[in-house]
Structure formats: structure tokens, C-alpha cells
């Protein structure tokens, strides 16, 4: 009986763990699903935001990336960072299999431009 026993409270703690990494794993995705993108357009500019980790911190995100390819395109060619800084986020909630929530803020970083 003590082996039954020990082996349903493996069962428990490799759900937990498994439980665990899928919430990571929704996470991931979730953060890679929201890339840059490009909210107000004019004719010869516009504003590109996109999501960073504090830890990471704007200029290293790979959105940056992302966003700066946006801008080029948009202009067809050069263009000219006229305004950057830290705009509002969004917070997500998560769900986990055993009921838990987690709150996730996202942190956005917004470019103004203009063509040249």
C-alpha cells in the first residue's frame, strides 16, 4: 500500500509541475503573439508601438526589430524617429489548471515618425 501511495503523490507533484509549464508556455505565446505594430498612420508618418520586458528592457526587444521594418515600410525608405518613450500597457490575466491566476502586465514602447 506505502508504494500506491507514494506513487499518486509523484503523480501530484509532476502534474503540478507540467501544469507549471504550460502556464509558461501560454505566456510565450501569448507575448509573441503581440509584435509591433503600427496604431495611427498619416501620410508621411505615423506611431509604432510594441511590447518589452522591464527586465530586458525597449531598445533590446526583438519587436524593436519589428517595428523599426514597420516604419521603413510604411515610408517606402528613410524616416526619422521624432518622438520614443514607455505608452500604456495592458494587463492579461492567466488562469492555471488548478484554479490560480496570475496578473501579467505588458509594457509597450511607442515611436512617432516621419518620412523622409
Known sequence: MSDLGHSHGYNKDRMKIWSSLAILFVI???GCADGAKLIQEREDGGVVVYPFRGEQGSMLSSSRTDALA???EKCGGPYTIVREG?????SRIFSSVEGAQEIVEERRWGMQFQCK
Open 28 to 30: 510565450a505565446l501569448a
Open 86 to 90: 514607455e505608452t500604456k500597457g495592458r
Open 70 to 72: 514597420l516604419m521603413k
